[in-house]
């Protein structure tokens, strides 16, 4: 039977979003939704995402990497996993350029001296890329409202996006409200939502509920979604040379929607905590459990 029993494990962070890295490529297993869920009781290694890295299966890149958010469902991108993969991979390597392809495309990452800036490659608009479940005209200012929430602007950066500009964030109850436009019947696939209020046309505040994982302290890929949002609707300035900042619970993102080939650039920090092993008790199996 396959299982992450007694792989080694990674436990990093980017902004507190909490990511284990594991690196599976010498010896590839899938994660089991299952034991992803029962790592994630608080009693065990709780995380918001793991970051598996495969073989990779194009050339030129360090690996092929899943992500695996807490209740054991697949995304296709996470900004914050993805630094942190890139740190793990660098110093393993000593190269301060890395590579990695996910379910969404091709992840281009840079050592630089603020952190780590990822490509997170081009957004998308298009409400079947989102994806929503039926056609809208625009998704720059959604016919959605819930309770104090209405008209957001959507995003697919590799995994849907919600964005709700407020004047107040303090007063939107996002435990509560989160879980419902999460599984909003307009979201087919389920969506990130982002609480996102203007602090200056450059600076957004962003608390965030994800998919999968619930409220976190920084999630990367929400992070883009609001930059990008707040610019195509003409709230934040685009320009290469000026990135809007995200300032989330676990701290500062910095994202640039380059001109030239459309991709937004994600540059912020990650951490390394400490490594182990993964004991069959903290997957929810029975000690003994043979690799
Ligand atoms: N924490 C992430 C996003 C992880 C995936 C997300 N929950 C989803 O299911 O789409 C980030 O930093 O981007």
């Known amino acids: 039977m396959a299982t992450l029993a007694n792989r080694p494990f990674v436990k990093m962070n980017g902004l507190g979003n909490e990511i284990v890295v594991l690196d599976l490529r010498a010896d590839p297993v899938m994660v089991p939704p299952q034991e992803a869920r029962a790592l994630a009781r608080p009693e065990a290694l709780p995380f918001d995402q793991i ?7 194009r050339a030129g890149t360090d690996a092929f990497v899943r992500i695996i958010n807490a209740d054991g469902s697949e995304a296709g991108a996470c900004g914050n996993g993805t630094r942190c993969i890139a740190l793990y991979e660098s110093v393993r390597t000593g190269r301060d350029h890395l590579v990695f392809e996910s379910p969404a495309g091709l992840l281009d990452c840079r050592m630089v001296p603020d952190g780590i800036t990822a490509d997170m490659g081009a957004p998308r608009f298009g409400w079947q890329e989102i994806p929503l479940a039926h056609a809208v005209a625009h998704t720059d200012a959604v016919d959605l409202t819930l309770e104090n929430l209405s008209s957001p602007a959507l995003a697919n950066v590799g995994n849907p996006h919600a964005t709700f500009f407020v004047d107040e964030a303090e007063a939107v109850d996002l435990a509560r409200l989160g879980p419902l436009l999460e599984r909003h019947e307009l979201f087919p696939d389920r969506a990130n939502i982002g609480i996102a209020r203007l602090l200056a046309p450059d600076h957004i505040r962003l608390d965030v509920w994800e998919r999968g994982a619930g409220l976190t302290r920084a999630c990367g890929s929400a992070a883009c979604a609001a930059a990008v949002n707040a610019m195509r609707t003409g709230r934040s300035p685009r320009a290469d040379n000026r990135p809007v900042r995200v300032s989330l619970p676990g701290g500062d993102l910095f ?8 991709h937004i650039l994600m540059t912020g920090p990650a951490e390394t905590e400490f490594e182990g092993v993964l004991a069959p008790d903290m997957l929810g199996l029975a000690s003994g459990t043979p690799a």
Do not use: S
């Open 51 to 57: 970051m598996a890295l495969y073989p990779p299966k």
């Open 255 to 262: 994202i640039v929607w380059r001109a030239a080939d459309d």
